[in-house]
């Protein structure tokens, strides 16, 4: 997740949940070929209301960037 992303996200929280489909442990060669809809669905999980889950660190980042020290790598998805 951006930090764009995040924003967005914190500031409509009710709107917006997090889809993320777990690739850990696929082989490379299986990434390319046609999924069907039982693959994605075994590997997905529903993060609900995520601008609520980030809004700490989101603000926490936008402190830190406007702080007299420098922060690197806010511009790097969120991991």
Known sequence: MTL????HA???AERYALCVIDLRGVPCEDLD???DAEDVEVRSHVVPDIGGRV???KELVDEA???D???RNDAAPWG
């Open 4 to 7: 764009p992303q995040a924003a």
């Open 10 to 12: 914190t500031a409509n």
């Open 33 to 35: 070929r046609t999924w």
């Open 55 to 57: 809004c700490e660190t």
């Open 65 to 67: 960037r406007s702080n």
């Open 69 to 71: 020290v420098g922060i």
